[in-house]
């Protein structure tokens, strides 16, 4: 099985600055992708950010310039930062991660899920 684990969310004013975390364990070959979603109340959990192995990377439109996604493949973790938060980032932020996955005989591609980190943006 493929755990995801996410960190580094909290409260902080308008303009201030966030670092998530998300770390991938378990068992697994390799990270394809690792992305960001977030949900606000009421609304559909959305894409935020997607960086694929590679290098390709895309943001939505409402956080280009502001929020950066890398990782650090030694240590399976995928990050987003964002800075210039804005009170309309508030949203429980969802990190999904595509790997590869060894099978009897040969391998998969599987998409797995964390718990999710709450970001509040106060104005």
């Known amino acids: 099985q493929v755990q995801l684990v996410e960190s580094g969310g909290g409260l902080v004013q308008a303009g201030g600055s966030l670092r998530l975390s998300c770390a991938v364990s378990g068992r697994f070959s390799s990270i394809n992708a690792i992305a960001w979603y977030r949900q606000a109340p009421g609304k559909q959990r959305k894409l935020v950010a997607i960086g694929v192995s590679g290098g390709n990377e895309d943001y939505a439109d409402s956080v280009k310039s502001r929020f950066t996604i890398s990782r650090d493949n030694a240590k399976n973790t995928g990050y987003l930062q964002m800075n210039g938060l804005h009170p309309e980032d508030t949203a429980v932020y969802y990190c999904?991660?595509?790997?590869?996955?060894?099978?009897?005989?040969?391998?998969?591609?599987?998409?797995?899920w964390g718990q999710g980190t709450q970001v509040t943006v106060s104005s």
């Open positions: 999904n991660s595509n790997v590869r996955v060894p099978t009897t005989y040969g391998s998969r591609t599987g998409d797995y």
